[in-house]
């Protein structure tokens, strides 16, 4: 990834860190030999290695010996830092000067891949404010910022392919389904955005695409309709692709055949296919069966003149739901080609900057990992606010296949005698493995087959042959068992034995292809379809004895190449097609790293193309050895940045009070490296400095041009912050020493009054209007449980058992499935039963039965069941027997003793068991022979009980 050493720097980055620790397991894991293999391309070299040594992943039981092999043993945690002395190491914040200010429009993704030529040159998004910029001297377009869907919170395979203005969410989408694209922008509005543009249909839609939870861009629906065979859609339910479609609205009208080509994608161990489709368009429709096959087929079509064309999957098999969806990899319709063109931003045609820069980009996934390229070529569309020469710049890389394969034969060491190695299928493990391999002499390179395990040899004279050598590569692959040999001039079946040794009838040819029939039985467990896969066939080397001198080795990693015009992939600009060169190393080629490409004209070197104001489009394919990933075209000439900068000085960098100095000097913007805040203020020498944004996201200051001084910077809201957490301080004091502080009280143990509880019918409408937040309108299930409980109250508990048991039965039997497949835990039945027993605990706690009963004294309450409240020898324990214990004492003709108060000198004592909650305080009657009352003779004090009383000086 050129440019990313000096894109770190600009965000205040140096050192990268690579954690080896992590979970390879969990959804969207970054493995982290694409991470190093990234770095190493972009140049990074590793500085150290921290920690244990560790696996690179958890080894299940019953892996292959030689599988376990391929686990790395690493340490934790890795220090990367750019090898290139010229990339600048940021600091705490740094100065850059006005003058040489980049307006860039694009987003901060615009500024990758042109990051190391604007080293050192602060730069400003179209839409944000410039303060103290007039003309700026450069103005960049890129294609970045684009229209597209997020899914926030993954961390891989995150963003949509880029929708057409109109465009929204798929509707059977998990997320989001139907609405505008979910993004965070710094600038709103789509003239600052890329958006996409489609050729040869009005619009192509989906019900859904890709998968479920991730965005897989390169299942566009477009794909269906390019005429590409390599790319496809798919649908992305996460249940059964029954009912998914395809729906394509054509420009003007269409003569619909009747009949079209259709290719299926193949049904295998993950992905489903379609079995029956259904072809609709507004003279009707059509159903037709299809085999699960990959192949090309013909289905009906109702025949005549329409607008719009709907495929429909009506059946289909699938081993697994939810992982690879059905989909089809060309949908022929006669005479119609879609292509997804993407439109840069508009919000710069009217830029007056002396130089242009006009940046098309896509990704190459460096590590040959990805099933398919999430974009199919490089399709652009810019406008030019001004015409001119513009000056073309572009760089490929390789793909992998049989075409490259021959490339670097060519680009070999000359060898008159020398075997070449095709082959029809590569797997898509890895960028070094290719058919070439195979005859380099080198047991450390290796070729692991696709879908056809076939290989082609051929060498110059025909030489008799009857044996060879297929030496098992091992790792991810297993070996041949049988191998079926044929050429123009014979042919044969052979066995391969355990070391690799084939041996038949010898046959004078100067052609072998060489088919593996049968293999060696060896499978690896997925635990993503939670099945064991069989892994396929892969081969160190193909050594035939009779050519040993035939051997080809691989050429030096650091052997420059160079394609002559016309050798090189095509670019068209606007419809007309230029012959490229190409430049580079035979180790860009096998590592995938970027070549240079060079346009050329009418055989000569012209790199230079004269543009008019206006609509442009720039296009290149895939076809070939090498596919084009970059195109730059300038106008004008791109001063350099200025070599001289004020000088800056960090004094003070703690908390949100900092200090810097700087120099005397020309007008410069500030950077701290961190996020664009409003709370943010800066002085210099007391005067407040102008704020404003930096690549779309830095926080910045415009420093006046002059003399040096003192750079203060301020976070206002710390200030709240500080007040707030002194307040915090302050009320816990408060809370402690009113904690530490008591009041006297007469009785401290007496209890205190409780609040009464809601009535039944009370709770009943303040939990149905929850239950309506929560389940919608299946809240309507609280009145009713409420209503049960008012008529039997006892079947609540076990209604609640059963629907709470049930839910668990239910989620249990859909365990292991999607959450978006809707079975299990996420089923309608569990979730209804688990409402159920959720309602019925709540509708129970306010139920008949369950409430507090209040003392009559108003000085407490206690619970009229048997140990929540009082004992079950007291006078609430006896249920209906209390009202005649009650009436015993209060009858009218009934004296009862009133109990003195106890002086604060004497220690209370607990009262007899059984009575520590009573419900009921005993009257006070006048005359009792209470301390102070004058009638009392004796100074006695009595007490009662519930069946008399007794007392030291009497009786009451």
């Known amino acids: 990834m050129p440019g990313l050493a000096d894109y770190l720097s600009r965000a205040g980055l140096h050192y990268v860190v690579v954690r080896n620790d992590l979970d390879p397991d969990q959804v969207g894991q970054v493995p982290t030999t694409t991470v190093k293999r990234t770095l190493a391309q972009s140049g990074y070299e590793r500085v150290t290695g921290l920690g244990p040594v560790t696996t690179g992943g958890v080894i299940a039981n019953g892996t292959p010996l030689q599988v376990e092999g391929l686990y790395p ?59 103290g910029l007039g003309t700026p001297p450069l103005q960049v377009t890129g294609d970045g910022m684009r229209y597209a869907d997020t899914r926030f919170g993954l961390v891989n395979s995150n963003t949509s392919y880029t929708y057409t203005r109109d465009e929204r969410n798929a509707p059977d989408a998990t997320q989001g389904a139907g609405e505008k694209p979910h993004q965070i922008l710094p600038t709103e509005g789509l003239d600052h955005q890329t958006v996409a543009e489609l050729r040869g249909a009005r619009t192509v839609s989906a019900s859904s695409y890709g998968n479920w939870l991730f965005h897989l861009p390169q299942y566009d629906p477009v794909n269906a309709f390019d005429g590409n065979p390599d790319t496809a859609w798919a649908e992305g339910s996460a249940g059964s692709p029954d009912g998914q479609w395809l729906r394509i609205a054509f420009d003007g009208g269409y003569e619909m055949p009747d009949s079209l080509g259709i290719v299926p994608l193949p049904q295998d161990g993950v992905r489903a296919a379609a079995t029956k489709v259904r072809v609709e368009t507004e003279r009707g429709s059509e159903t037709s069966f299809l085999q699960a096959n990959g192949t090309k087929q013909d289905v009906k079509a109702p025949e005549g003149a329409t607008g719009w064309m709907k495929l429909t999957i009506v059946d289909s098999v699938a081993r697994h739901s939810g992982l690879g969806g059905a989909g089809f990899s060309e949908i022929d319709l006669p005479d119609v080609r879609v292509t997804r063109l993407l439109r840069l931003p508009t919000d710069a045609e009217n830029s007056t900057a002396g130089a242009q820069v006009v940046s098309l980009h896509r990704s190459a996934d460096p590590t040959g990992l990805s099933p398919a390229g999430t974009e199919n070529g490089l399709h652009r569309v810019f406008t030019t606010g001004t015409a001119g020469t513009y000056e073309v710049e572009a760089s490929a890389v390789a793909v992998p296949g049989e075409a490259l394969d021959r490339l670097l034969y060519d680009v070999a060491p000359e060898q008159q005698a020398r075997i070449t190695a095709t082959a029809d299928s590569t797997a898509r493990l890895g960028a070094g493995l290719t058919a070439r391999n195979l005859t380099d002499g080198d047991l450390t390179t290796a070729w692991i087959a696709g879908g056809r395990p076939v290989v082609h040899l051929s060498w110059e004279g025909k030489q008799p042959v009857g044996e060879i050598v297929l030496a098992a590569a091992g790792g991810l692959s297993t070996r041949p068992t049988e191998v079926h040999i044929s050429s123009p001039d014979g042919a044969a079946i052979a066995n391969v034995d355990d070391n690799g040794m084939v041996r ?61 015009c016309g050798r090189g992939p095509v670019v068209a600009v606007d419809g007309e097609l230029y012959e490229t060169g190409v430049k580079g190393t035979v180790g860009d080629l096998v590592e995938r790293r970027p070549v240079d490409v060079t346009l050329c004209q009418e055989g000569d070197g012209k790199t230079a193309l004269e543009l008019s104001t206006g609509r442009h489009r ?37 908390g949100d009070r900092r200090e810097l100095s700087v120099g005397s000097g020309a007008a410069s913007y500030l950077t701290t490296y961190e ?31 002059g003399e040096s001084g003192t750079v203060k910077l301020s976070y206002g809201p710390a200030t709240t912050y500080d007040t707030a957490l002194i307040g915090s301080g302050a009320g ?38 929850v239950g309506v937040v929560v389940a919608g309108w299946w809240a309507l299930l609280v009145p009713a449980l409420a209503l049960l409980a008012w008529r039997r109250a006892a079947l609540l508990v076990p209604v609640a058992l059963a629907a709470l048991a049930g839910a668990g039965i239910a989620a249990a039997l859909g365990a ?53 409240g009082t004992a079950a020898g007291g ?10 214990w009650q009436r015993s004492f209060d009858g009218p003709d009934h ?47 009595g007490s009662s009980g519930s069946s008399g009383s007794t007392g030291r000086g009497g009786t009451g």
């Open 732 to 769: 816990i004091a408060v809370l402690i020493g009113l904690a530490l502080w008591r009041r006297k009280a007469e009785n401290p143990d007496a209890p205190q009054p409780e609040p009464a509880a809601p009535g039944l019918w009370l709770g009943t409408v303040a939990l149905t209007l």
């Open 895 to 941: 004296r009862t003793a009133e109990l003195p108060p106890v002086p604060s000198r004497v220690p209370a004592h607990r009262p007899p068991p059984g009575l520590e909650k009573s419900t009921r305080q005993l009257p006070r009657t006048h005359g009792t022979g209470g301390p102070d009352d004058p009638n009392n003779s004796n100074g006695s004090s």
């Open 816 to 868: 292991g499935e999607p959450a978006g497949a809707g079975e299990g835990a996420f089923g309608h039945v569990a979730q209804l039963l688990a409402l159920i027993g959720l309602f019925a605990a709540l509708v129970g706690l306010g139920g008949p039965g369950s409430g507090r009963a209040v003392r009559e004294d108003g000085r407490g309450s206690g619970r009229t069941d048997d140990g929540t």
């Open 618 to 654: 720039v296009e290149t394919g895939d076809a070939g050895p090498l596919t084009v990933t970059s195109v730059t075209l300038t106008r004008g000439t791109v001063p350099d940045a200025s070599a001289a900068e004020r000088e800056l000085e960090v004094r003070d960098w703690l």
């Open 675 to 705: 996020n664009y805040n409003d709370g943010w203020t800066a002085t210099l020498n007391g005067e407040e400095l102008t704020p404003l944004r930096l690549d779309g996201w830095q926080q910045g200051w415009r420093i006046p041009a």
């Open 504 to 564: 038949f009838p010898p046959i004078t040819t100067d052609r072998l292809d060489i088919t593996i029939t049968r293999t060696a039985p060896l499978t690896l467990h997925n635990p993503v379809v939670g099945d064991d896969l069989s892994l396929p066939v892969g081969l160190t080397e193909a050594y035939i004895p009779a050519l040993d001198e035939y051997r080809t080795p691989q050429p030096s990693a650091d052997r420059e190449f160079t394609l002559e």
């Open 73 to 131: 043993q690493q340490r934790a945690v890795e220090i990367y830092r750019p090898t290139g002395a010229d990339v600048r190491r940021p600091g705490q914040a740094s100065l850059a000067p006005i003058a040489d200010t980049a307006v860039v429009s694009g987003g901060p993704e615009a500024l990758l891949p042109l990051a190391g030529e604007l080293r050192g040159r602060p730069a400003v998004l179209t839409g944000d404010a410039h303060p």
């Open 875 to 884: 006078p609430a324990a006896a249920g209906a027997g209390s009202t005649e």
